[in-house]
């Protein structure tokens, strides 16, 4: 009964490289969120989704790439990781029944 | 579009204190309110929630009451604990949970024994 997950937990990756974040859940919820954390920001939507084969952009979604090919799954990727994208990202669904989002623990980006 | 303001911290209490942290919103329709919290090193736990004017939402004797004429939704606690040290986030969301959530930049509270 894990709910999301996520992972890495946390990765160090170097300017210009991919780098895809996971993000997986058990309660099957058509709808996942892709969030990232700054100081002085709070958190701010990247991209969503409404159903596997559907995204849409959110607030800061430039450099970012996101698919669902399957609903339990929801990955975030980077196409060429730059410094400002250095950055503590959460992935959250709606849980099962319930029109609250929860999130999970987080993957802490650094992009030296 | 969609905003949340909330007070900036550091927000320092001594413990048994009582805590505010004042809300504010700016949206259209009649959103979801939420507080989340976040302890050092975690990702975000929901503390309480309300749907519709006047309601009040508690949790771990935190409580917040949506209040439309004002367009507010402030966190409060009569008697704060060392453990309720962590940054709280008020958040609002719409489309019953189809949409993002607009977040606050959150209020770092540090409460001392």
């Known amino acids: 009964d894990a709910g999301i997950t996520q992972s890495p937990r946390y990765k160090i990756t170097e300017t210009g490289r991919q780098v895809t974040l996971m993000c997986h859940q058990t309660?099957?919820?058509?709808?996942m969120f892709w969030y990232r954390q700054d100081l002085g920001h709070g958190l701010r939507l990247i991209y969503y989704?409404?159903?596997?084969?559907?995204?849409d952009k959110g607030e800061v979604p430039d450099g970012y790439v996101v698919s669902r090919s399957k609903t339990e799954n929801f990955p975030l990727t980077l196409e060429s990781a730059t410094r400002s994208q250095t950055s503590v990202y959460f992935c959250?669904?709606?849980?099962?029944?319930?029109?609250?989002?929860?999130f999970g623990p987080g993957t802490r980006l650094t992009v030296l | 579009g969609n905003s949340v303001t909330q007070m900036e911290g550091p927000v320092t209490l001594s413990e048994e204190a009582f805590l505010t942290i004042n809300c504010t919103y700016t949206?259209?329709?009649?959103?979801?309110l939420f507080w989340y919290v976040q302890y050092p090193g975690e990702g975000l736990q929901l503390l309480l929630k309300a749907t519709k004017a006047d309601d009040k939402g508690s949790n771990k004797g935190f409580e917040a009451t949506y209040r439309k004429e004002t367009t507010s939704f402030h966190l409060e606690k009569g008697s704060v604990q060392v453990s309720d040290s962590a940054v709280y986030f008020c958040?609002?969301?719409?489309?019953?949970?189809?949409?993002?959530?607009?977040f606050g930049k959150g209020t770092h509270l540090i409460i001392q024994p």
């Open positions: 958040a609002l969301g719409s489309g019953g949970g189809a949409d993002g959530l607009t």
């Open positions: 959250a669904t709606p849980g099962e029944g319930t029109d609250t989002q929860y």
């Open positions: 989704s409404a159903a596997a084969d559907i995204t």
């Open positions: 309660w099957s919820h058509s709808y």
């Open positions: 949206a259209t329709g009649y959103p979801s």
